[in-house]
């Protein structure tokens, strides 16, 4: 029998920023998950915002022209006290968005809080935290963790959009969110302490 959530994606996570752009690239099989690459793009020396808005506009083209990627994954509803780092940010969200429609590649946005929440169980932890769970999550190695957190800031993105990819919605079961699907696993609640927790041990089969 045909495992209907079989499919394989690669996925462009992009962490906008004026200064610092974070990406990550996830290459993902059905419920399987893989690194490709994640760092950042460091564009703080240039002179002038829209010099730093077109260096991340064809940096981003030739990334999708080098990895093929078949979706990008955003963060987006960036709230600032300051209303010019908002309206700063937006460009750069505005930037990614149309490289990636430049290339005929679908586009997903999403919060911070729900970013969080996918990797965590809690929408308010920090971005060291929200880095640990993805080393984690992922295997990766100290050596190959970026210093800045715009990297792993960027593969959250796209890990969040992987989870969204295997969302109970399209099981058979029916589940309509994680907390039913992982009981339907025959997970356990006491073992398995968070939504995140639920959702990595329904991901890899845990019983």
Not at 169 to 180: I, Q, R, S, V
Request: hydrophobic content about 40%.
């Amino acid at each position: 029998m045909v495992d209907k959530l079989v499919s394989k994606h690669r996925i462009l996570g992009v962490d906008p920023g004026t200064l610092f752009m974070g990406y990550a690239l996830l290459d993902t099989e059905g419920q399987k998950v893989s690194l490709v690459d994640f760092n950042v793009l460091d564009v703080h020396k240039l002179d002038g915002q829209y010099a730093r808005l077109q260096k991340e506009f064809f940096f981003l083209q030739d990334l999708i022209d080098s990895y093929h990627p078949t979706e990008l994954a955003i963060e987006t509803q960036f709230v600032d006290k300051n209303p010019q780092t908002m309206i700063k940010i937006v460009h750069a969200q505005g930037v990614a968005i149309a490289a990636a429609l430049s290339r005929d590649i679908p586009v997903n946005e999403y919060s911070p809080m729900k970013i969080k929440m996918a990797i965590t169980g809690n929408g308010h932890s920090s971005k060291e935290q929200v880095a640990g769970m993805l080393q984690r999550f992922l295997k990766i190695p100290d050596y190959r963790m970026p210093k800045k957190l715009d990297a792993t800031d960027a593969l959250a993105i796209a890990y969040c959009h992987f989870l969204q990819l295997g969302l109970p919605l399209k099981d058979d079961h029916g589940a309509k969110d994680w907390t039913t699907f992982a009981r339907q696993r025959g997970l356990s609640d006491k073992t398995l302490t968070g939504p995140a927790q639920q959702l990595m041990a329904a991901l890899h089969g845990k019983k």
